[in-house]
């Protein structure tokens, strides 16, 4: 497992440059990859929410994440063994939607002293522990060797989404640079109670609006909204050629109803 | 071609590191570059400006580049072979200006679904046809394997530029990190026609300032307006130790005009 | 050495692909790790302190710094042999203070055009001069084939720190993106100086609080100001869940005084 990927929300700089120093000094051939660093500060929801989307592209490989508000406050280091994968972080639910997507086998605790650097910092785990970790995995160390299993780690997930005959109620998981709305409506839920290219009632937060849903932006008029599948396969409230998040004031956490005309 | 170089208006994140999780996938030997992934959001002119400004510095390479507000409605999917090198992305004019520096030879539709993910997403070309594509051209497929020669691909260019006795015309094709404007006018049209040190007359945008000529910022006082040769060998207007983009109240577009003075 | 890092204040973007493409073209061995693209324009002092926080993580590498206000100028461009690692860039300081870290060795002034590019731009050393030394050191040239030693460096420091029997003097050097602010006081002069736990007098550029000094943000309740000692073994004045920046109005510069209560 060559691959190594880094998801923080360090902003890229000399935090991130620290970690890929401690994983290139353990394994040279590591392949460093940056997913994200420019996760909103402390918000474990939203890096959760890049992993879960993107983890399920790469081949075989090891996964980091550290979005981690409570460091140095007692919370546990740990590794998600998945099928083919391991994903190494904070115990705060950060790794978990993604986990479940690889295939979540079996959660450890990172405990051996012998794979953290000598001094950790109680301020920056991602440097002393995780780096060092995910290096020595990525060598092929086992997880039995650097902690023991745990069952009661902490969990995440997006909120739960309804369907009746009438509507389809969720919410607004993450806003993407050019302001679509991706809520955590599966693709699944929608796809058989509408048709592409039928008018909706769309409400974001309250207000109403009606919109087409759409296998593509570009086939509606310029600044309309519609609803689209996004490319993981939620269901995202989009503008052509505009922001939706502007134009609907909406944001993270955002009720979204969609329903029939 | 072990290097695959990526440019794009997703902003550093989860869509890129999705496509370069694709691309490891296929090819676990590709040497992946960031060459910039903030072009502003569907902005193809500033796309093609940076793939033409430096993708001449690269060794033979595989360029894939992706800002395109047409993805999913028809447009064309293209790789374009050049002397050495090969660029893949939308058939928009993105990919044209640089390809024409690196020697271009033929382009060629994408149309082969075996070089394709089996699930193409309709918003999101980049990791379903691109990526894949650009990895398959690294491990030595040829394009004639991918697709079909075309000939009436989209053109792109920069606008044209004006040499009289008594000035030069042309325009701010981009504003770069330090507010520096950079223009459409050669390198060859100014340095026939001004001599290093000599004073200009210098329009932006309608407005008059003077300034030298010179090769460096740093000659000149403290926030004062200069023209200098960019290092993509433009002429660029510029203000010592400050931003012309503020001071000039300028960007992309605005008319420039040099004159005797 | 196959490692070559960046730190520059370019912004991700063409300049340092632009980099990356002249390197990868001398050694396509080379392992680019970037380290910040967004030190503030121009700021040597922001640079120096990139570098000195974060190379000692790195194995022994090539590391080239461009943060550059005096290209073209007449400034020396230098290699910095430390004990396991060589260091590229301006003379002008910015590679100093991470150079004492590494073992600083000797410095050498870069002469010898057979490895700069044939035609050096005089505003873009960073990939005509820099970049192509840095490529030809990580192939194992020398920094004696390179240039010439000398002795007259420019040097740069953080300034001065004072310790009394009551108050400790320092000043902010760094603020993160947490908004935390690094000062020049280091973790031995605080350590012996007062207890974990202790709550201490704290001035920030001439404002008066009171805090913690503590081992770590989270203990202390969300919104107050404590002490800690940052990862790079400074002391660093933070705000628990917020931004000690915002909270205090303070920035790089400021002077911070720690007193007993």
Known sequence: LDVITLTTDFGMGKYVAAIKGII????????????????????????????????????????????DPGVGAGRRNIIVECTDSLLVGPDNG???????????????????????RPKVSPTFHGR????????????????????????????????????????????????????????????????????????????VGGRAYAGPFQTTYSTAPKGSVLLTISSSDL???SVNMGSASQKLGAREGFEVVVGKT
Chains 1, 2, 3 share one sequence.
């Open 24 to 67: 290139l000094g353990i394994n040279p051939g590591a392949r460093i990859v940056d997913v994200d660093h420019n996760v909103r500060p402390q918000n474990i929801r939203e890096g959760a929410y890049v992993l879960f989307s993107c983890l399920r592209y790469f081949p075989p490989s090891i996964h980091m994440g550290v979005v």
């Open 94 to 116: 950060l790794l978990i939607p993604a986990s479940r997507v690889l295939g979540l086998k079996q959660v450890w605790e990172v405990k051996n002293p012998r794979f953290m």
């Open 128 to 203: 002393d522990i995780f780096a060092p970790v995910a290096a020595h995995l990525s060598l092929g160390v086992a997880p039995a060797e650097v902690g023991a299993p745990i069952e009661d780690f902490v969990g995440l997930d997006f909120g739960s989404h309804s369907v009746t005959e009438w509507e389809i109620r969720g919410q607004v998981i993450y806003v993407d640079r050019f302001g679509n709305l991706i809520t955590n409506i599966p693709r699944e839920a929608i796809e058989g109670w509408a048709q592409f290219g039928e008018e909706l009632a769309i409400q």
């Open 235 to 237: 269901l995202e409230v």
